[in-house]
């Protein structure tokens, strides 16, 4: 298995430009979540979906920043306009879970994407 | 909604010597609780983690951790630390049981340095 898989890992850009940032999460995984890291907040929760549905987005910081998740194998995250205060590493991570309420994997992440908004 | 604290921000350690750092939560429900590590430049990879059952539970790379729900803690420990070790701990915590498919709030993690 290839794991989670993000794209770019690196993303420098300017102030204004619209940043999408790319998730392939594992095979057969039903959620998948967007988490952003920083040395002020360490690991926030963005927003998760479950089954390509959005669960909960109450991580979102603005409307700026929106996700989406048209089939099982892949999601994006996109800011637009982006803003220096933004830059951060953003992490994709998926999971499956078992019949009820059981946890049939934990949590896996990808690399990150590294964004830099100048 | 639950919370996790660790207290440590860094941990200095020498090669050989055990180690412990720490983790408290806080929560109104039964919770589930994990330790992740992150090397540089990486994502973050499940070290253990506690659903339920025994209170001790081991993990990779030697690790292990246990499970107090008196004192609302799940301290990571080591006996003997390696240089490789070296790396950022965070600990997580999600309600159990979970309908969010493992939905994790993490601590501010702390940063284990191992010197030779």
């Known amino acids: 298995d290839a794991g989670v898989i993000q794209s770019p890992r690196h993303e420098v850009t300017e102030m204004g430009q619209e940043v999408t940032l790319r998730c392939k999460p594992i095979?057969?995984?039903?959620?998948l979540f967007w988490y952003r890291q920083t040395m002020m907040r360490g690991l926030e929760l963005l927003i998760y979906f479950n089954n390509n549905v959005p669960i909960d987005d109450s991580g979102m910081p603005e409307d700026r920043f929106s996700a989406k998740m048209p089939n099982a194998s892949f999601s994006t995250l996109k800011i637009q306009p982006s803003e220096p205060r933004d830059s951060a590493v953003y992490f994709c991570a998926s999971s499956r879970q078992g019949p009820g309420t059981t946890i049939r994997s934990p949590l896996h992440f990808g690399n990150g994407t590294r964004l830099t908004v100048t | 909604a639950q919370s996790v604290t660790q207290l440590d921000s860094q941990v200095p350690v020498f090669e050989e010597a055990p180690v412990e750092l720490r983790c408290n939560y806080s929560s109104s429900v039964s919770v589930y609780l994990f330790w992740y590590v992150q090397y540089p430049n990486q994502g973050l990879q499940l070290l253990l983690k506690y659903l339920s059952g025994s209170t001790l539970v081991k993990g990779i790379n030697g690790f292990e951790a246990e499970f107090n729900k008196s004192q609302t803690s799940f301290h990571l420990r080591k006996p003997s630390v390696h240089i490789s070790d070296t790396a950022e701990y965070f600990c997580?915590?999600?309600?159990?049981?979970?309908?969010?498919?493992?939905?994790?709030?993490f601590g501010t993690g702390t940063q284990l340095k191992v010197e030779l």
């Open positions: 095979s057969g995984h039903d959620y």
């Open positions: 997580a915590v999600s309600r159990a049981p979970t309908g969010g498919g493992n939905k994790l709030t």
